[in-house]
Nanobody
Framework: QVQLVESGGGLVQAGDSLRLSCAAS????????MAWFRQAPGKDREFVAA????????YYANSMKDRFTISRDNAKNTVYLQMNSLKFEDTAVYYC??????????????????WGQGTQVTVSS
């Protein structure tokens, strides 16, 4: 069992930055892949970014790779999502996710074993 708790969401203006954090517990954090997804009202959950268990490999959705950065601190059991130059269309609930089956990167919701409860990011235009 893995518990994931996100934090760092909030209301910002377009062009601002935010850093989301996700604290994991329950299993050895450095053994599995982590990812961020988001879901806007009325839309499907979409992939944002992924990071391998070591932190060496990263993968981003094309529309976000120039503005978002995923990272992890295995000593703190935490994964981060740094979001810069935020746009109105980035408004969504952001979820961190764990795939215990791989040490690589994971970008498919169907492969996720555990989800956090989500944190709301609202960008005003």
């Amino acid at each position: 069992q893995v518990q994931l708790v996100e934090s760092g969401g909030g209301l910002v203006q377009a062009g601002d930055s935010l850093r989301l954090s996700c604290a994991a517990s329950g299993r050895t954090f450095s053994n599995y892949a982590m990812a961020w997804f988001r879901q806007a009202p009325g839309k499907d959950r979409e992939f944002v970014a992924a990071i391998s268990s070591s932190g060496f490999n990263k993968y981003y959705a094309n529309s976000m790779k120039d503005r978002f950065t995923i990272s992890r601190d295995n000593a703190k059991n935490t994964v981060y999502l740094q979001m810069n130059s935020l746009k109105f269309e980035d408004t969504a609930v952001y979820y961190c996710a764990a795939d215990l089956k791989t040490r690589g990167v994971t970008a498919t919701p169907e492969d996720i074993d555990y989800w956090g409860q989500g944190t709301q990011v609202t960008v005003s235009s």
